[in-house]
């Protein structure tokens, strides 16, 4: 029977937990703060506008739904490529990223299509009519991801590089454990966002 010694142990912690993955949860906790404080602004503002009858509803860009699905299916190709990493699938996990990668790329498109579809309606990023300041902050919200969304899709192209390399496996998961937690913390940010948006209303 193998025994697993202490340093062993401590290895591996390490491979999973170190101080760039300290700062990877660091950055999520201040994102995380930075859209609660859109969606508290939000309701705020939302309150005074109704008050005063100075506030504008109107649905979201079926766009932004189709961004869920899309995010969506790209957590579980991430999840795929981090569990191929823990197997030493080496061989599968530069495919399985790419897969993603084109997903986050198809999630950037659609919400170019949103905000278009938006410009068409009339509703623009500086609006003026007061109670158009509700679209304002759908494009504040939408961007601020999307700009999360780019850093997140670099991070995808260097774990493809390092993929294809050979240089994700299961003794180093470090790089591929900061990916999977930052592409699935997009995806649980952007289905907030939009659930918010849809009931807040």
């Not at 961004?67 to 080496?90: E, L, W």
């Not at 902050?137 to 700009?147: D, E, G, N, R, S």
């Not at 774990?159 to 470090?174: D, M, P």
């Not at 990916?179 to 913390?185: A, E, I, L, P, V």
């Amino acid at each position: 029977m193998q025994t697993v010694t202490p340093s062993q142990m401590s290895s591996n912690k390490k491979n999973l937990f170190n101080e760039k993955t300290f700062t990877v949860w660091l950055f999520i906790v201040a994102s995380s703060m930075l859209f609660i404080a859109f969606t508290s602004a939000y309701w705020v503002h939302m309150s005074d506008g109704v008050k005063n009858n100075a506030w504008l509803e109107f649905d979201l860009p079926v766009q932004f739904w189709i961004s869920a699905v899309i995010v969506v299916i790209s957590s579980i190709f991430m999840q795929m490529a981090y569990t191929a990493a823990k197997n030493d699938d080496v061989y599968r996990i530069p495919s399985l990223l790419t897969i993603t990668l084109l997903l986050a790329v198809s999630f950037c498109i659609s919400q170019v299509f949103a905000g278009l579809d938006l410009i068409k309606r009339g509703l623009f990023f500086s609006n003026a009519e007061a109670g158009e300041i509700s679209a304002s902050f759908v494009y504040v919200m939408a961007l601020a991801h999307l700009a999360h969304i780019l850093g997140g899709i670099v991070l995808i192209i260097v774990g493809i590089v390092k993929a294809s390399r050979l240089e994700v496996h299961k003794k180093n998961l470090i790089f591929i454990n900061i990916c999977k937690t930052y592409w699935h913390f997009l995806g649980i940010v952007w289905i907030f966002l939009i659930l918010f948006l849809y009931f807040a209303k």
